[in-house]
């Protein structure tokens, strides 16, 4: 991109409007005194190829990408990272100036600095860590806390066969229960995360027993909508360190914002309150 043009970047999903990583972009963007834009688009499956190959020609130095294309976008990429590989997909595309797609996967890597910023007693391999659901975080919390170390990941899903394939995917310290059992998994558990929907506004709460939790459990919900949901009010009650999922959005956006425009913004609570307005 000659030196002149301001950058774009934006994110890219079906629906979009809801998304919070416009306001986000846009207080970095703001903060740093840096002349870009960050834009939410709305784009069908059927366009999603044609749109890529066409950003890069209007500016555009990357995008994020969300549901339902995080796994459609690996296929049109010509370089993809290890992790996005092994999670089996991408949140985050740079637009290189060889005119190459470069894919990359961040959920897991803000999963982590999410934990490390919140529960700072938090250490693996302190001890196994409980996942609740087998879908796509499922696959960037798993991925990424095998890497950091915990030595057994206990895994349930409502479908057992996709909680099987990751288990097949990530091999011999992932263990699975039954739907029914996943209670069980919380009374060895060091660390429990909630990778569903479940007890996000406008869905059915998570139904899961509870009374397996300790004051030494880390608790956290990747839903942040509401930022409390009954699942960290309940582990509150009972002592546990609990974590709330906007983390994981904020940490997972700061290594993309970096490559798109030279800057490295931090999380803070000015980053919070942006990301909520």
Known sequence: MSADRIPLAGVIGHPIAHSKSPQLHRHWLQTHGIAGHYIPMDVATEDLRAV?????????????ITIP??????????LVTDRATLIGAANTLIFRPDGKIHADNTD??????NLRNNAPNWHPPAGPAA???AGGAARAVIASLLDAGVPEIYLSNRTRIR???LRKDFGSRVFVFDWVQAGNMLDDANLVVNTTSLGMSGNSELRVPLDGLTPNTTVTDLVYAPLRTRLLQTAD???CVTVDGLGMLLHQAVPAFERWFGTRPEVDDATRAAALS
Do not use: C, S, W
């Open 108 to 113: 897991g890597y803000g999963f982590i600095e």
């Open 163 to 165: 909680a099987e394939q």
């Open 52 to 64: 890529l190959a066409t950003l890069p020609k209007m500016g555009f130095v990357g995008v994020n």
């Open 131 to 133: 996942v609740l659901g």
């Open 69 to 78: 294309h995080k796994e459609a976008v690996l296929e049109m990429a010509d």
């Open 237 to 239: 009650q009972i002592g």
